[in-house]
Antibody, heavy 126, light 107 residues
Framework: EVQLVESGGGLVKPGGSLRLSCEDS????????MNWVRQAPGKGLEWVSY????????YYADSVKGRFTISRDNARNSVSLQMNSLRAEDTAVYYC???????????????????WGQGTLVTVSS | DIQLTQSPSFLSASVGDRVTITCRAS??????LAWYQQKPGKAPKVLIF???TLQSGVPSRFSGSGSGTEFTLTISSLQPEDFATYYC?????????FGPGTKVDVK
């Protein structure tokens, strides 16, 4: 079965760091873009970060820029999110999500997130 | 950043009802819009991409339409498993943004 499995969540104090990982099983990981999306308790979805299949293109939400770093290791079929200087407002379930899309003359266009992990809870509290 | 609004925020409906949810973008996004369904404690699941293309495996009672700034998700005949929260997402530009969600509940 094709799936994504996140790990690394937990309780951390404000100002602390945490590293989330997401590993695939059963698909050509290196062919896909990957994203992190979070959801604070009782709230909606917030996109956090994107990394292209070859790591050439990386984007962040303004709310995490300068504090979070996304990376991937295609040899290990994994994507990571290094989270530093954590704040209470970073408390959320973090999902990794595979980007599905297509190539045309102007490059790659992501058209949806077609596979999601089960989520890992990050709690930032003293 | 492109802002997405959804209406209604909350919808009470019965099995068999036709349900329509609207998503509006603060600027034109062509057809780069996806719809997701999320049930409590679960990850979101994509229903529609490119505004109107049904994701493989999704029942045909779900349909999407629109382009530019106004989009709709329609469930032609609501089934018990469709009670959930629905989100739109724009994939026209970064940062990617989601709508605030529409919760579909039992009347």
């Amino acid at each position: 079965e094709v799936q994504l499995v996140e790990s690394g969540g937990g309780l951390v104090k404000p100002g602390g760091s945490l590293r989330l990982s997401c590993e695939d099983s059963g698909f050509s990981f290196s062919s896909y873009s990957m994203n992190w999306v979070r959801q604070a308790p009782g709230k909606g979805l917030e996109w956090v970060s994107y990394i292209s299949s070859s790591s050439i293109y990386i984007y962040y939400a303004d709310s995490v820029k300068g504090r979070f770093t996304i990376s991937r290791d295609n040899a290990r079929n994994s994507v990571s999110l290094q989270m530093n200087s954590l704040r209470a407002e970073d408390t959320a379930v973090y999902y990794c999500a595979r980007g599905k899309g297509y190539y045309d003359s102007s490059g790659f266009h992501e058209d949806c997130f077609d596979l999601w992990g089960q989520g890992t809870l990050v709690t930032v509290s003293s | 950043d492109i802002q997405l609004t959804q209406s209604p925020s909350f919808l009470s409906a019965s099995v068999g009802d036709r349900v329509t949810i609207t998503c509006r973008a603060s600027q034109g996004i062509s057809s780069y819009l996806a719809w997701y369904q999320q049930k409590p404690g679960k990850a979101p699941k994509v229903l529609i991409f490119e505004a109107s293309t049904l994701q493989s495996g999704v029942p045909s009672r779900f349909s999407g339409s629109g382009s530019g700034t106004e989009f709709t998700l329609t469930i032609s005949s609501l089934q018990p498993e469709d009670f959930a929260t629905y989100y739109c997402q724009q994939l026209n530009s970064y940062p990617r943004t989601f709508g605030p969600g529409t919760k579909v509940d039992v009347k």
